[in-house]
């Protein structure tokens, strides 16, 4: 092989490999459509061929209507968006709360072997409560409204949050806070220079579980008791054996999930721009 | 620079107790003294506790025993005078270059400004002009090692540990930052105390070799290297003097490592 044709070769190669993945990245999305279309499809025929009670699983169809009835005229317990904002709400401030208390307690301790070997027994206890079940309490303790929800979204996100900061602070590099002390920084400049940038990629990827805990939170909490929220609308739907209603609550559910998720992402892409490329998930 | 010494380790004990709950003994009677503007050479067998004795000195560490000081004064913590370049990467990696050599200055209360404008006259210096605004991970290993160097040397130390810093280098680069290290110290004219396992890398660099034994250490003997400077690295090795000195620590060595040898298999 000659200088001259190298070039030409390498480069042909490389725009057969771009195009090849280009062909398996449509071969995917077809595959993934086809998986959707068959699986509702056939979930709509079951129903109609009488295979399946609408009854329990409810119907494709039916569902779709569902949503539109409730965009174009409300839901039995009022507008559609008012119950999805008060969700977000209640699960976006027991997410922020608990995430701010969980990266602070976490760091604190993680900081301070006194602190963290006398309150970890502590800590260890309150985790092993379930904390579905304290919903209850802070449904008697502070009423139908918000507050209860928050209390028990702070909940879930805490221990979460907590944890993998207790865990990114012990992890970090001893040689970076040997290095940083050395190079003249003092506590409060080791933990803002070496601690919490190590340990903010332990404490991203507890985010991501943990804006899944607050909905989950929030949702029980309006489930145990409320006045509005999505989980009171599919408390409402159970009680009138409406399982289309059921399951048009999951899917508004889950559009806020995922967008909540991407959100997330996006800001994790921000933070850790210094990384190595991380093997780009494919999505 | 009054001082006598810039670095005496006087009757020093280092010991941790480990895992199991017996008491190890890293350092024992070790005594040590760095002049001014030398540059001492440790050496010693692998674990002897030549890591630590840089610990001791960085005022990261305390001694159990005897006294540790610098320019004749006790280390009570960490120094400002005492730079340290680390045997594993130790800059931060969510900083790109500029950001890593302006850390020490920034953290000593240096305007950002000023501290700036030092750090890329101090990039400049050890070759990494154009490379800025790249994160470690980008740069080879020879690089990160002269990240390390600004780093160490934008804080103007008087006394400079290092640990092993080249050793996870190849042959060629290892060379280059060895020339690079000894222009850097000549103008800085700091006191230098550089851990090696290479016993021709401490010979080429330094003024003084001290030997260390095994565990316990103390040091065993020291060899003054009068090899004339300015040295040449490259050529040096092929020099009879440098021959004969490093045949005769290298022997130093061998009857430690043996004598360890004899007493554990005894
Ligand atoms: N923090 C520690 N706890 C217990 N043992 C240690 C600690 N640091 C070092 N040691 C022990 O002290 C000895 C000397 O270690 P070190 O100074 O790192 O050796 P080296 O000469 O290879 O640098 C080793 O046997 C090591 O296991
Ligand atoms: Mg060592």
Known sequence: MTDATAPLATEGRIESLAERQRRRWRMIIALRLIVFVLFVGGWELG??????????????????????????????????????????????????????????????????????????????????????????????????????????????????????????????????????????????????????????????????????????????????????????????AQGSFDSNGVFAAMIVIAVVALCAEWILTTIEKRLLTWRPEVSAAGE | MSAATAVALKNVARRFVTPGGDVLSALENFDLTVAPGEFCAIVGPTGCGKSTTLGLVSGLAQPQGGTVTLFDAPVTGVDRRVGFVFQQDAVFPWRDVLGNVMAGPLFRGVPRAKAEAEARDWIARVGLTGFEQHHPHQLSGGMRKRVALAQTFINKPEVLLMDEPFSALDVQTRELMQEELLSLWTQSGAAVLFVTHDLDEAILLADRVAVLTTRPARVKSVHTIDLPRPRNIATLRYDERFVAIARRLSDDLRDEVLRARREATA
């Open chain 1, 47 to 236: 129903v109609r061929a009488g295979w399946l009670d609408s009854f329990f699983f409810g119907q494709p169809s039916a569902i779709v209507d569902k949503l539109i009835d409730w965009i174009r005229n409300g839901t039995s317990i009022g507008p559609l968006w008012k119950q999805v904002w008060v969700t977000i709400y209640e699960a976006g401030a027991g997410f922020v709360i608990g995430s701010v208390l969980g990266v602070l307690c976490g760091i604190t301790l993680g900081r301070n072997q006194l602190l963290s070997d006398v309150f970890s027994i502590y800590i260890k206890i309150a985790n092993s409560i379930p904390r579905i079940v304290m919903g209850s309490i802070f449904i008697v303790a502070l009423g139908l409204g918000s507050p209860s929800k928050i209390a028990l979204a702070v909940v879930m996100v805490f221990f979460v949050v907590f944890g993998n900061a207790f865990q990114g602070v012990r992890e970090a590099d001893k040689n970076l806070i040997a290095n940083a002390r050395i190079l003249g920084a003092s506590d409060w400049q080791v933990t803002r220079a070496v601690i919490l940038p190590s340990a903010l990629s332990w404490i991203l990827a507890s985010l991501h579980v943990s804006f899944g805990f607050a909905l989950i939170g929030a949702i029980v909490g309006e489930f145990l008791g409320a006045r509005e929220g999505m989980g009171l609308l599919i408390a409402s």
